[in-house]
């Protein structure tokens, strides 16, 4: 076998989603401007909401090993983050395509201390903040759950960042914060453990 160099990518046209993925990039200042109910929705549909079925069970837009489905989604809205929304904490439900109050008080001050202060969430007017039942798969895959789990938050972060750089918002991923102040911030259940957040807002002027 020898070298081969490949055609350019997309010399056949590039699909939406394929520009999509090249015009990707952390993106870490945002407006001082409220983010739309539409993209909110259509962001945690894109995380983790019904597309299809198997077996009359649903699946979501992100893949789970086995169908055990362990990530839980939630929403922070800064003040004024969100017109249709006040400001506070809510979990998706995926059945249902509904926020359920989780927090009904900003945590924005606490979530940006918990990611080490870091000015892409104090700067964010909402942010996805990712949690896992890390059981619900491990006990199916007691090798590699907790493995497939990580994948899985990669899964379901990437169709967020995706969902806002086609939608002209600003979205980074964020994965430094400490644990046991995100766990308390968030006020998860002792069956989740916090895994990863997307900040994302309209972009600002000088990026
Ligand atoms: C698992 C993971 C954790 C990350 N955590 C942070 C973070 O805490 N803060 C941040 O500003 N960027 C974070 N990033 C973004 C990376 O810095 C960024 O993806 C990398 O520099 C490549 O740049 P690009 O995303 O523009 O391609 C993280 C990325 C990944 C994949």
């Not at 990712?130 to 990580?150: E, S």
């Not at 899964?155 to 766990?183: K, M, Y």
Request: charged letters at 25%; proline letters at 7%.
């Amino acid at each position: 076998m020898t070298e081969y160099s490949l055609p350019e990518p997309g010399s056949d046209g590039l699909s939406e989603l394929e520009r999509t993925i090249g015009a990707r990039k952390s993106r870490r200042s945002f407006a001082d401007e409220p983010v739309g109910i539409e993209t909110v929705a259509t962001l945690l549909w894109s995380v983790q909401g019904l597309t299809h079925e198997r077996d009359a069970v649903a699946m979501r837009a992100s893949p789970s090993a086995g169908a055990t489905f362990p990530m839980v989604a939630f929403l922070s809205v800064a003040p004024g983050g969100c017109d249709d929304l006040e400001a506070g904490l809510y979990r998706y439900v995926p059945d249902e395509h509904r926020l359920d109050p989780a927090i009904e008080e900003s945590i924005h001050e606490d979530l940006t201390a918990a990611a080490l202060d870091q000015a892409v969430v104090r700067g964010a007017p909402a942010t996805i903040a990712l949690a896992a039942d890390y059981d619900r798969t491990t006990r199916q895959y007691p090798d590699h759950g907790d493995r497939y789990v990580h994948m899985e938050a990669g899964h379901a972060a990437q169709n967020a960042l995706l969902v806002c750089e086609s939608r002209g918002l600003n979205a980074c991923p964020v994965g430094a914060f400490d644990d046991a102040e995100l766990t308390e911030t968030l006020a998860l259940p002792d069956e989740l453990d916090p895994l990863y957040l997307v900040p994302f807002g309209e972009p600002a002027d000088d990026e």
